[in-house]
């Protein structure tokens, strides 16, 4: 069975920092291209962060340029998110998310293009 399980989510203060993982069975991440999304009450799900199944080719938008390093351990079979200098305006349900791409330079912050999702793990950023 594939799944996709998230870790790491809790309360922190703004401009605390938060790892999230992302564990994968039942199949092996190695040739997937990953994302962390997010989705707060209200809003359209919205990608964060991404990296290509190869060389490790990452993008982010800027809303989390500078402050967001998604990194992958295939040994693992883990994805994770570092969130540094949080502000309240990340406070989202963070899930994970993986395709297999066309090629192994291609990562992608488009939801559609995704076909496995975690259940999510909720990050609130509040003093």
């Known amino acids: 069975q594939v799944q996709l399980v998230e870790s790491g989510g809790g309360l922190v203060q703004p401009g605390g920092s938060l790892r999230l993982s992302c564990a994968a069975s039942?199949?092996?991440?190695?040739?997937?291209?990953l994302g962390w999304f997010r989705q707060a009450p209200g809003k359209e799900r919205e990608g964060v962060a991404c990296?290509?199944?190869?060389?490790?080719?990452?993008y982010y938008p800027e809303s989390v340029k500078g402050r967001f390093t998604i990194s992958r351990d295939n040994a693992k079979n883990t994805v994770f998110l570092q969130m540094n200098s949080l502000k309240p305006e990340d406070t989202a349900v963070y899930h994970c998310a993986a395709f297999f791409p066309p090629g192994d330079y291609v990562r992608s912050l488009d939801p559609g293009d995704y076909n496995y999702w975690g259940q999510g793990t909720q990050v609130t950023v509040s003093s």
């Open positions: 990296i290509s199944s190869g060389d490790g080719l990452t």
């Open positions: 039942g199949f092996t991440l190695d040739y997937y291209a």
